[in-house]
């Protein structure tokens, strides 16, 4: 089984910036994607980003210039660096690792709370 641990949220004025972090642990393919979607009240999930073992990334095009994801496959950890933060981004983030050999395995983390309001 693999557990994942967010880290990083919290309250931030607009404008301001955050790092999320998310550790994957157990059995842990290193062929894999990892990355970051957010919910808002009353909104379905949605793709924010995620970045492949080798380097490809997606980004939703409503954080593309703003936000930034990275990981440090040594200790299977993502990190989204979000910059220029709006009210509209306010949600709960999950960090989300998608094992992509067979067996295809998804993994949720259990979600941390960013709220951007003055």
């Known amino acids: 089984q693999v557990q994942l641990v967010e880290s990083g949220g919290g309250l931030v004025q607009p404008g301001g910036s955050l790092r999320l972090s998310c550790a994957a642990s157990?059995?842990?393919?290193?062929?894999?994607?990892m990355g970051w979607y957010r919910q808002a009240p009353g909104a379905e999930r949605e793709l924010v980003a995620d970045l492949t073992n080798i380097g490809s990334a997606r980004y939703a095009d409503s954080v593309k210039g703003r936000f930034t994801i990275s990981r440090d496959n040594a200790k299977n950890t993502v990190y989204l660096q979000m910059n220029s933060l709006k009210p509209e981004d306010t949600a709960v983030y999950y960090c989300?690792?998608?094992?992509?050999?067979?067996?295809?395995?998804?993994?949720w983390g259990q979600g941390t709370q960013v709220t951007v309001s003055s």
């Open positions: 989300r690792l998608d094992r992509t050999i067979w067996p295809i395995r998804t993994y």
């Open positions: 157990g059995i842990v393919s290193s062929i894999n994607r």
